[in-house]
């Protein structure tokens, strides 16, 4: 059984991110949010999951979590960080993930907000303003820096979580850009990695 002192978080973040797990596995019946594998394992594959990358941004104000899907990292971000002021966007496509995201913002009062949109149209409105922009299982590194280059050119921090083949990622993303990246490792896997991508910059 996951405690707060094991996440090491306030016993009412703690209570928000239970809410969380219990919604979660009603919905999951109904809208299917997340694959059926993980959902014995929502706390270490989701919620534990989500919840390393605040530690990775400990600055942050404005954080864009992009692909949000049922809210990881994005809903997690927004329940841990609220106590230090953590506004979080998601932006989902889905219209019944974006229901999902939406009951939960209202249930638990977090800074949240869901933009029902794609991403590419989002993204511009964000320049200047987001300190990181994450984004988890949502598509290969090399598209990801299409989609957030601008951000990152604009002097967001990038976290982007990543499975075994992150070094395989980082090689063909590498053909297109130049980019600083810091491969840092996962609390929940031991073979995946975090990559913190910075001061990006264009081949061509």
Do not use: Y
């Not at 993204?123 to 990152?152: E, I, N």
């Not at 395989?168 to 991508?197: G, Y």
Request: with cysteine; glycine share 6%; net charge negative.
């Amino acid at each position: 059984m996951v405690t707060a002192s094991d996440l090491n978080v306030s016993r009412e973040t703690f209570e928000k991110l239970e809410l969380l797990e219990r919604e979660l596995r009603r919905w999951q019946a109904i809208k299917n949010l997340v694959g059926p594998a993980t959902l014995d394992q929502i706390w270490q594959r989701h919620i534990v999951d989500s919840l390393q990358l605040l530690d990775l941004a400990p600055e942050a104000k404005t954080w864009l979590d992009l692909g949000s899907g049922a809210g990881f990292p994005g809903l997690v971000l927004a329940i841990a960080g609220a106590e230090r002021g953590l506004s979080v966007h998601l932006v989902e496509s889905n219209s019944r993930k974006c229901a999902f995201l939406r009951h939960i913002a209202r249930l638990t009062g977090v800074s949240a907000t869901i933009r029902e949109a794609r991403l590419e149209t989002v993204v511009p409105d964000f320049l200047g303003q987001a300190d990181v922009v994450s984004a988890r299982a949502l598509a290969a590194l090399d598209q990801l820096l299409d989609w957030t280059a601008p951000l990152l050119k604009s002097g967001t921090i990038g976290l982007f979580p990543k499975g075994r083949d992150a070094e395989t990622e980082l090689t063909e993303a590498r053909k297109k850009w130049t980019f600083e990246a810091e491969i840092l490792p996962s609390l929940t896997d031991s073979e995946a990695r975090i990559l913190r991508i910075t001061s990006i910059e264009s081949h061509s």
